[in-house]
């Protein structure tokens, strides 16, 4: 199978990954009693250090998957599986990272967003390896 279509199934791995997370980050500020924020404008300050934690734990992790990833699939399949590596599959494991994390001290949400995410991540890299 050719790279190109585990990177295609990997934009709507991305996408799932992003949607599970940000919905994961939702249902905690709910959780604390704030239902409504305004993206780019003045919140309250649990949401601004919820988002802030957030962003700090995603751009953290983003990075160093890629520096782990891109050498393996360099190895594996050379540079095209490389760029898919860090620069697709590594967001969608921070993303994965960040939002698992959230539910793990939080237990709400549904396990089944984050198997869907899973899913559809482990297909395109599977794809992509064929």
């Keep these: 199978m050719p790279v190109w279509l585990g990177a295609l199934v ?3 791995a991305l996408l799932v990954a992003a949607k599970a997370h940000g919905r994961q980050v ?21 949401v601004d250090a919820l988002w802030r934690a957030d962003r700090i734990r995603f751009w953290t992790f983003a990075p ?13 399949k050379g540079w095209p599986l490389a760029l898919l590596a860090a620069l697709l599959w590594a967001p969608i494991a921070a993303f994965h990272f960040a939002g698992l994390w959230r539910y793990a001290h939080t237990r709400q949400g549904n396990p089944a967003w984050w198997l869907a995410a899973l899913l559809s991540f482990a297909a395109s890299v599977t794809l992509a390896l064929a």
Excluded: I, S, T
Aim: proline residues 8%; without cysteine; charged residues 15%.
């Design 64 to 76: 160093a998957a890629a520096l782990l990833l891109a050498p393996a699939a360099f190895l594996a």
């Design 26 to 46: 939702r249902l905690e500020r709910e959780a604390a009693g704030y239902h409504e924020v305004v993206f780019g404008g003045q919140n309250p300050p649990f």
């Design 10 to 12: 990997g934009v709507a």
